[in-house]
């Protein structure tokens, strides 16, 4: 055990979830709080420019100002996610020796970052249009966001709050112990890809993940969980990256994986954020039009004319 006790490990595998407090320090996710602030200073500036907003409220903190641009024009939140973005101290985070000891006790020293990842800025439900609140994410498992390749791969979601994740600002729920069950059916909704009505587990009493800023929320591909709504006047930053043992399908086959950690083979390890944006903008063009969740049958999931459609090199 490097980071987490034997209980911890035990409970992770009976319940496929385990919350960890105090897991990473602050400064630790101080650079990507800073390159954050920054990139979106920048683009307030140039919103104020063209006359877009009027407030710039740059005094605000990291958990309010974004709302307060938002309720000036609603774009300041689009494409602010890892992919989009790729900020250095975000892809430097996924290599933090505190959180990749924590994974290795549970998947072990192999490690590879799965390319789903998110930063979600979960911004208060009453400034959105939308009656459910903006990132409110219906109940599902992530397994359902791959391709069923990635079914056996011990893909494991660490779910870390920027701020303190509480039930009033749209933490998580989780439901323990599912993850011995397995794949439940999913269908797509107006708010997403959910767990199917008729499969949804009975009976059982979901857990409020709530948990403090420098704490992670460990889950198995199995563990279904949703966003509750976020009822105050604050943003909910949250950060969810995915490691997996490395070589095991990652479910998104058309989007690259880097290896974080080998006791085996360290020279593997895939430190370099240049190398990483790079083959992100290789990635994207070619996985144009592919159909990332498992909500449509295979063959409808990847245009004929892209490189990833049968009798190409990639699927089959
Ligand atoms: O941030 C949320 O509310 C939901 C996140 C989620 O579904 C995930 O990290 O897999
Ligand atoms: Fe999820």
Known sequence: MKRLTCDQVETFRRDGILIVEHLVTDDDLAPIIRAMEK?????????????????????????RRLASLYAQDHAIIDR?????????????????????????DLIGPEITINPIEHIRPKIPAALTDDP????????????A????????????????PLVDATPEN?????IPGINRVG?????????????RPDVFPAHVEPMTAACGKGASVFMSRFTPHQGLMNRTDCVRWSLDLRYQPTG??????FFPAFVARSEADPDSVERDHDAWSRRWDEA??????????????????????SPFATGHDGIH
């Not at 990139?39 to 958990?63: M, N, S």
């Not at 892809?91 to 290795?104: G, K, P, T, Y």
């Not at 791959?146 to 079914?151: C, I, N």
């Open 80 to 104: 602010l996610d890892i992919v989009d973005t790729r900020l250095r101290p975000l892809f430097e985070f996924h290599f933090n020796e505190r959180l990749l000891d924590a994974v290795e």
């Open 132 to 143: 459910n609140g903006y990132e409110n994410v219906p109940w599902h498992q992530d397994a």
């Open 39 to 63: 990139l979106i200073d920048d683009r307030a500036r140039t919103y104020h420019r063209e006359g877009r907003i009027h407030d710039l409220h740059q005094d605000e903190p990291f958990d």
């Open 248 to 253: 095991e399908p990652t479910g998104r086959p």
């Open 145 to 160: 966001v791959t391709w069923e390749e990635a079914d056996e791969s011990e893909i494991v979601t660490c779910w870390l």
């Open 284 to 305: 994207l063009p070619k996985a144009r039009g592919i159909h990332w969740h498992r909500t449509l049958p295979p063959e409808q999931r990847v245009p004929p004319d």
């Open 170 to 174: 749209g933490c998580m729920r989780v």
């Open 183 to 195: 794949y439940l059916e999913h269908e797509a909704s107006d708010m997403g890809t959910t767990i």
